[in-house]
């Protein structure tokens, strides 16, 4: 995390009494007001609760895949589906041959 993005995060966690912003104009920090503004775009969520969930998770990404998801996990696509089995399958094929390769087994039976 840089300089920048610690600096944001300690604004956003700054704001303690969320009942004093009322306007997302009361946020004098231009980078806290975009990640603000950007789940407000995002997002049904009120100011007060775009803030609340900012302070929570810190992460503008985050706030908005808990909201997408309520919170529960995302499935995994078609190709994701594939891609792991195919690495599953090769780790194991990997294993098998580094075993005979142990045994000094060069071919398969």
């Known amino acids: 995390m840089n300089d920048d993005q610690s600096q944001i995060i300690n604004d956003i966690t700054d704001i303690n009494d969320i009942t004093d912003i009322t306007d997302i104009n ?3 920090d231009i980078n806290t007001k975009c990640q603000i503004e950007m789940i ?3 997002t049904n ?3 007060k ?3 609340q969930q900012m302070n929570e998770y810190k992460n503008v990404t985050t706030v908005i895949n808990k909201y997408i998801t309520n919170g529960s ?3 995994k696509t078609v190709n994701q589906q594939i891609y792991s089995e195919l ?3 090769l780790n ?3 294993e098998e041959y580094n ?3 142990e045994h000094g087994e060069t071919k398969l039976a």
Do not use: F, G, H
Request: proline share 4%; charged share 20%; no cysteine.
């Open 26 to 28: 009361d946020i004098t």
């Open 40 to 42: 407000l775009q995002y």
């Open 45 to 47: 969520y009120s100011l």
């Open 49 to 51: 609760t775009a803030i």
């Open 73 to 75: 996990k995302i499935p």
């Open 87 to 89: 690495r599953s399958n």
């Open 92 to 94: 194991n094929v990997i």
């Open 99 to 101: 075993i005979r390769k």
